[in-house]
């Protein structure tokens, strides 16, 4: 079904114009790691110490990329990047807007399908 949605189709159907798909991911990230004018280089192990979560979600279909960064991970900051996508006009218009992620603790399941999709109805 991922691999559906980002060739435009759903449930073997066209997506309308209007239609959405983003796809979010977290990556912890520490900003003091990262000397001026040079690329971070991040390790799998780290200790969380001072580290930020970074927050992304992408636009396949415009090439968009919303950002933020968390002091931690977790079901509000989550939600707080989801907001920040939907309440921007286009998104707030989209006919369906279709939200691919992976099975993070707080997004995963039909209890944070249905938190989302209360506050924001065209979320998929």
């Given amino acids: 079904m991922v691999l559906d949605l980002y060739h435009r189709t759903f449930d073997s159907h066209a997506l309308r114009p209007g239609e959405c798909v983003r796809s979010a991911d977290e990556k912890t990230v520490d900003p003091g790691s990262l000397p001026p004018a040079r690329a971070m280089r ?3 192990e780290y200790e969380r110490g001072e ?6 979600a992408w636009d396949w279909h415009q090439a968009k990329l919303f950002g933020r960064c968390e002091p931690r991970p977790g079901i509000l900051p989550f939600d ?3 907001e920040q996508v939907m309440t921007t006009p286009a998104y707030a218009r989209a006919h369906r807007v279709f939200w691919i992620a992976d ?3 707080s997004h995963r399941g039909a ?3 249905g938190r989302l999709q209360d506050r924001f109805r065209n979320l998929r």
């Fill in 42 to 44: 991040v390790e799998h």
């Fill in 51 to 56: 580290t930020l979560q970074y927050l992304a």
């Fill in 80 to 82: 707080r990047r989801v």
């Fill in 103 to 105: 099975n993070g603790a």
């Fill in 111 to 113: 209890r944070a399908t």
